[in-house]
């Protein structure tokens, strides 16, 4: 692909007046499993938000595979993170998965036979098609995380946002999710994930953006995994870092 899959220039974001994010340019190439790391509050999450077009920009240009985001939206998918999502809404499984399918149908079209076909597969992909007449708020949360990869994956979506996927879920669960996730990355899709620690970002995880308000770092997992860089943007938690051994 001639296109990088996203390339943002100068991005800067606030919320009444403070900067969550400032200044930030990078471009992504297309099959990178890409990890967002960075302290709480470093701005993760209004980072891709703004790479959505979800919140507004104060200043920056970003491009999605070449184009303004509005006309690629149906290629990109989005877990949000665990607390945007109101888990008492009442849905089944089923239901949150054939979301997935709505930007690939025509309009006025409701999903039929093929769709749940579709959705179905993408259940079993995750390990969840025994749970497809369940509430989605019966479920633990590894499970939920699952059902919401299944309605990524059912958008058939070239890139894929997930914000701290493995927050409340299960080993099991991390471990499918990683292995659909690397699927994913060798298919050619770009998958880009926040993840809020440095744990297992190494096992991951093919590049690092390590943010802190500012780009900190991007580059390979080496290139960002070291300890001047790291310091830079974890700075004071140190005693963490130690147990980590960086
Ligand atoms: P992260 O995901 O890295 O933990 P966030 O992007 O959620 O960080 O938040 C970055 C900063 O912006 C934090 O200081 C947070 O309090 C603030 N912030 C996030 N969302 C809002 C909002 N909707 N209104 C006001 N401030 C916000
Ligand atoms: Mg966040």
Not at 212 to 235: H, W
Request: charged share 25%.
């Amino acid at each position: 692909m001639k296109h990088p899959a996203i390339s943002i220039e100068n991005l800067h974001v606030s919320y009444y007046g403070n900067e969550a994010v400032k200044g930030v340019s990078l471009s992504i190439h297309p099959g990178n499993l890409v990890g967002i790391i960075g302290p709480n509050g470093a701005g993760k999450s209004t980072f891709i938000k703004a790479i959505l077009n979800l919140i507004p920009m104060d200043k920056g240009a970003i491009k999605v595979l070449g184009k303004p985001v509005k006309e690629v939206r149906t290629k990109i998918a989005y877990v949000p993170q665990r607390n945007d999502i109101d888990w008492d809404f009442p849905i089944t499984v089923l239901d949150v998965v054939l979301i997935g399918t709505y930007p690939n149908l025509r309009f006025f079209r409701r999903p039929k036979k093929k769709e749940k076909e579709w959705a179905l597969k993408c259940l079993q992909r995750v390990g969840m098609e025994d749970f497809s007449k369940k509430q989605i708020g019966e479920l633990s949360g590894g499970q939920q995380q699952r059902v919401f990869l299944a309605r990524a994956l059912a958008q058939k979506a070239d890139l894929f946002f997930l914000d701290e996927p493995f927050v409340g879920v299960d080993v099991s669960s991390e471990e499918t999710i990683v292995k659909i996730l690397k699927e994913l990355c060798r298919q050619g899709k770009t998958v880009i994930v926040v993840h809020h620690d440095l744990s297992k970002a190494n096992d991951y995880f093919n590049e690092l953006i390590l943010l802190n308000k500012e780009l900190i770092s991007y580059g390979s997992v080496s290139e960002v995994f070291q300890p001047g860089i790291i310091e830079r943007a974890y700075q004071g938690q140190f005693a963490f870092m130690k147990k980590l051994g960086v």
